[in-house]
């Protein structure tokens, strides 16, 4: 499957790809009725320029396709929520200090979820819902399955690996992007549409190096700027993305940062830094209009209508599906409507049948207890080629488990057989038979630091 990555600023339309391991770029302006700035206007019209542009950097069909949208820092709510132990519920303490501060945010119009960052910390990110169901309408029209919508913002912490506190300073289609990161999170997000002198860059570093901070940050990262210097306090740092000094890639830098950093890290499509992974679980609701939208990092095509979302999200109504990151667990608050489907009693075989165990019978979850990163994601990758359900991966409350720890429920027993013979070439696994038999999977995987993958 070959990724297209997808921009939009300044009503410039930019689409490239990596063919051969040669970068392939083209833009093209859109008009105002179609697009204002990064706005789409005109869902159809734009989808011709898009189609345009695609057929002019690759002859492949449609089909070995797929769409990955990044977005502008415009689109998305970045904030840092803080909770408290004896609060209650976690999900209620984040809604209400949201709802709170911040009045004017519509959340009843946005997809949003939140993710553990740090002790009592957690990051919210939100997003128009009209903004991701246009790309998917987009997705629909030019019959090319949607992989990714990310926020290019939040691939910088994690570029830079950095969870110390970071300012980042970017350029990109003649705008200036300030941007407060710790933990690997984003708290801050600005858009400067006139350009900054050298003097009134550092008087708004100076400021909000200090933004709701006791200690001021002093640690600074810069793109496409050139002698910029501030204070002696500051460490000053340049972003060097990988083949950012390609002639051919010039004004591509921030598609080149998404594929780099997809291609170290697949995890990042199971997140919440793909918007994707903020919509509600998948519902089938009218075969004759149908749109492709790849499941994250699962590589898998789901075919619905209407409000479309990737698999292991929050069901309001039912226990919370985890998401891989690299730090702590996410979980997705917008609204999910949930269709029960009717029960089927089934035939029970006899005591004297003997019960073929079938692989994909068995949903699993599995959780990195060995605080490795993306260990839990490769577990994921074995398993699914033996043919399991893995419902979600995530992080284990408490990491340096040595040995791969397998909860079963009661019913589920006879699998556990199977699952050390696929297992044992890489894991040494002990098994429980007490998981609650109320979860909606059927076994629990908690990754040991003894895993050699």
Do not use: C
């Not at 997809?262 to 990042?268: G, M, S, Y």
């Not at 609204?335 to 068995?362: A, F, G, M, T, Y």
């Amino acid at each position: 499957m070959q990724d297209l990555i997808i921009s939009l600023s300044e009503n410039v339309l930019k689409v490239s790809t990596i063919e051969n391991k040669e970068f392939k770029g083209v833009s093209a302006d859109v008009t105002k009725e179609v697009v204002n700035d990064y706005k789409i206007l005109d869902t159809a019209e734009f989808s011709k320029a898009l189609k345009e542009l695609v057929s002019a950097v690759t002859t492949k069909s449609p089909r070995n396709l797929s769409l990955n949208i990044l977005v502008q820092p415009n689109d998305v709510v970045f904030k840092f929520v803080p909770v408290s132990k004896n609060g209650g519920d976690v999900e209620d303490q984040i809604i209400n200090e949201i709802k709170t501060k911040e009045k004017d945010l519509p959340l009843e119009e946005m997809y949003f979820s939140y993710q553990k960052i740090a002790p009592f910390v957690y990051q919210f990110i939100g997003v128009k819902k009209e903004i991701i169901d246009t790309y998917i309408q987009i997705s629909n029209s030019v019959e090319i399955g949607l992989k990714s919508i990310i926020p290019w913002v939040l691939l910088l912490p994690r570029f830079t690996n950095s969870n110390e506190p970071s300012i980042y300073l970017t350029k990109t289609a003649g705008k200036q992007i300030v941007t407060l990161s710790e933990f690997n999170g984003i708290f801050f997000s600005g858009i400067y549409e006139d350009e900054k002198s050298t003097q009134e860059l550092q008087e708004l570093v100076q400021e909000l190096s200090i933004y709701k901070r006791k200690d001021p940050i002093t640690k600074v990262y810069i793109y496409d700027y050139e002698n910029f210097s501030l204070n002696p306090e500051y460490k000053i740092l340049d972003l060097e993305i990988p083949n950012s000094d390609l002639e051919e890639a010039k004004g591509y830098e921030m598609h080149l940062l998404q594929g780099h950093m997809v291609e170290k890290d697949k995890d990042i499509l199971v997140t919440q830094t793909n918007l994707l992974n903020l919509l509600p679980v998948p519902v089938i609701q009218n075969e004759t209009n149908k749109a492709l939208v790849y499941a994250g990092a699962l590589s898998l095509v789901l075919v619905v209508g209407g409000l479309i979302g990737g698999a292991m999200l929050l069901n309001k109504n039912r226990e919370p599906k985890v998401l891989e990151n690299t730090g702590q667990n996410t979980e997705v608050l917008s609204e999910n409507n949930h269709k029960e489907e009717p029960q089927v009693e089934e035939e029970q075989p006899s005591q004297e049948e003997k019960v073929e165990l079938k692989r994909e019978d068995l949903i699993i979850k599995i959780e990195n207890g060995a605080g490795i990163s993306g260990i839990a994601a490769r577990t994921q990758a074995i398993l699914e080629e033996f043919g399991y359900q893995v419902s979600g991966v995530g992080n284990f409350d408490g990491a340096g488990r040595e040995t791969t720890l397998i909860k079963l429920k009661a019913e589920k027993a006879d699998y556990q057989e199977l699952l050390k013979e696929d297992m044992k070439d890489d894991f040494t696994v002990v098994i429980e038979e007490d998981l609650d038999s109320g979860l909606e999977y059927d076994a629990l995987i908690v990754i040991g630091t003894d895993a050699q993958i």
